[in-house]
């Protein structure tokens, strides 16, 4: 039966049900007592939903804490075992997937290197279905068991009710490609187990918003810097974070070439591809068949020299030049959306790190309007390489929220995705 707002009794319990999960799992252990103020709910409503829950299986007693003269209050958690997920991270030199249970401790992981071949649709699905089953067996666990496995790819992502997510991802060559159908086409996992994609800046930025140096903030921007660079604009209209092609901001009029085709976008002078291409072209040496992660390391200890000798003075300008452009586009940001936070990650930004950060902070002030950037920090992310696999894993983790604590069901035709709703209602402030 449903109510005036159109709501059904089995709504109401679904919503109930979310309340009480997601504060126990971003605030807890908390005892029933807690949970009536942190989630707004009567005590027998709590009391009714607790019960739900630990029939279920999802919530369980975690010890006890002395009350006001009376008995002492039972104090409740998420159950970790009571779910997992996978995150897949389809990277710049690498396709990472990490097993996950339900409070997001890594299980198992298993990565697959990407050379001469990267960005091969045939490769990467291979590689994303080889990876599943991989984290599946040495953790020993039955693929019916997953809530779902979560992607974060590079590109934009189209959510589509005939082909599922389609990828348009221009710079590594990819052009509408059905990457959800071509997954589930000869998947190791069962149809009940859904697949999650998106952006794989906005998986990152998720991830740093949940657990990570983001959360806390209203208005916030997270950058990937990696080959090249994105970035997930968290405000209050979109909570749930949406990616933002930044790297392919004009920033020289008919300047370098980019890798989407287009001339002077900011990821032909602030990614790490055109850093390095940079290096090269003045002299620097890479020996041929270097990975870009190791190539980068040698640009750093050549501008930096671990032992305190001379710097390379090409090294160091070509860093320098790199770290303006970098500012630059982040003034940019600053002026547009006004952020209290700027989080810088991806690999190459993890690796350049704080030696980096103190000249990118200075050209994006010295770049943006004054007033919005003396109310905004710029640091490095918290959660290390393993964020864009975090934050993958959020998005099936995001829909287990949504349904209450249930398990994925065949979806009607025409679905609207429960985990974008659950990202918009997240709980960690």
């Known amino acids: 039966m449903a109510g005036r707002n159109g709501r059904t009794v089995r709504d109401l319990r679904r919503a109930n049900r979310t309340a009480v999960l997601q504060r126990l799992y971003f605030d807890g252990p908390l005892s029933r007592f807690e949970l009536g103020p942190a989630t707004g709910l009567s005590s027998g409503s709590v009391s009714n939903v607790v019960a739900d829950l630990v029939a279920d299986g999802l919530v369980e007693e975690a010890g006890s804490v002395d009350s006001d003269g009376g008995r002492p209050r039972t104090l409740l958690r998420v159950a970790p075992g009571s779910g997992h997920m996978i995150g897949v991270d389809v990277g710049e030199t690498r396709v990472r997937v990490e097993l996950f249970d339900l409070t997001l401790t890594e299980l198992a992981r298993a990565e697959r290197p990407l050379t001469q071949q990267r960005y091969e649709v045939e490769v990467i699905v291979d590689h994303i279905r080889e990876g599943v089953a991989e984290v599946l067996a040495a953790a020993r666990l039955a693929p019916e068991r997953l809530l779902g496995v979560g992607i974060g790819v590079p590109g934009i992502v189209e959510h589509t009710p005939e082909r599922g997510a389609v990828v348009h991802g221009q710079t590594i060559g990819w052009d509408a490609v059905p990457l959800e159908a071509l997954l589930r086409a000869g998947s190791p996992l069962p149809d009940t187990v859904p697949y999650f994609i998106d952006n794989g800046a906005k998986t990152l930025g998720q991830a740093e918003m949940w657990f990570g140096a983001g959360r806390g903030a209203r208005n916030a921007i997270v950058v990937l810097f990696g080959s090249g660079v994105g970035a997930c604009l968290v405000t209050p209209e979109v909570e749930h974070g949406r990616a933002v092609e ?33 290096w090269r072209e003045e002299g620097g040496r890479v020996p041929e068949g270097t990975d870009e992660e190791t190539a980068l390391t040698s640009l750093l200890a050549a501008a930096h020299p671990p032992d305190g000798g001379a710097a390379d003075p090409v090294a160091l300008a070509v860093l320098e030049e790199t770290a303006e452009y970098l500012g630059a586009g982040l003034s940019d940001l600053i002026n547009l959306f006004q952020p209290e936070r700027i989080l810088i990650g991806g690999w190459a930004g993890l690796q ?6 103190p000249a990118v902070r200075r050209h994006a002030v010295s770049y943006a309007l004054r007033h919005p950037a003396q109310k905004v920090t710029v640091d490095l992310g918290r959660l290390g390489p393993d964020a864009v696999t975090v934050g993958a894993a959020i998005l099936p983790l995001a829909d287990f929220f949504a349904r209450g604590g249930r398990r994925p069901e065949p979806e009607p035709e025409n679905p609207l995705p429960a985990w974008r709703t659950a990202l918009d209602e997240r709980a960690p402030h």
């Open 246 to 278: 930044w790297g392919h901001l004009t920033v020289r009029v008919r300047g370098r070439r980019c890798r989407c085709g287009a001339l002077g976008c900011l990821e032909a002078y602030a990614g790490a591809e055109s850093l390095l291409a940079r």
């Open 352 to 357: 350049l790190g704080t030696r980096f950060l």
